[in-house]
């Protein structure tokens, strides 16, 4: 067992029967009355995002979880096929687990959060930036800043699209930040 002062962000815990996540918390004491600790925490199990307050000093049950790299195989009806690095295991697993999945690309070694009780996965997260090439964009016109944004629209290796400056032309190679999905810059 351990209390609310324990609380960090990525913090893994049993909760009304689920496994959670801390998302972010904020530790309150106001001028009359008793602390508590206003949280937001994800469900591991089905994604949905719940707001709770803590009494504090309250117990919690943490939940003991470990991080083990994974290779992503393919995607089909059942869900995205992963590759234990270590065991060669494969594991399927549901969208709504993965952070980022439009930017998934086969091969791509992705981090996965284990339960080490009964070594369910929890979650899976991208590396925080990933690579790919632009397959379609309008050519940017030069003096096109009117508008004052100065970005248009870019088709990355046939999936998701992502907004890039004018400069960025059909056939480059640009980096994508996997948590925002902005992009970040272009590679030589």
Known sequence: MASTSEFRNGLCLKFNNDIYQVVEFLHVKPGKGAAFVR???KSLTNGRVLENTFPAGAKIDPVRVETREYQFLYKDDMGYHFMD??????????EF?????????????????????????????LPHHVEGTVTYTEPGLRGDTASGTALKAA??????????????????????????????????
């Open 155 to 188: 088709v990355i290796d046939e999936g998701p699209t992502v907004q890039v400056p004018l400069f960025v032309n059909q056939g480059d190679k640009i980096k994508i930040d996997t948590r925002t999905g902005d992009y970040v810059e272009r590679v030589k």
């Open 85 to 94: 690095a270590e065991s060669f295991e494969q594991n399927s697993l549901e």
């Open 97 to 125: 687990k993965i952070n980022a999945p439009q930017f998934l690309k086969e091969g791509a070694v992705c981090l996965v959060l284990v339960n080490t009780e009964d070594e369910t996965i929890l979650t899976c997260e």
């Open 39 to 41: 949280s937001k925490l």
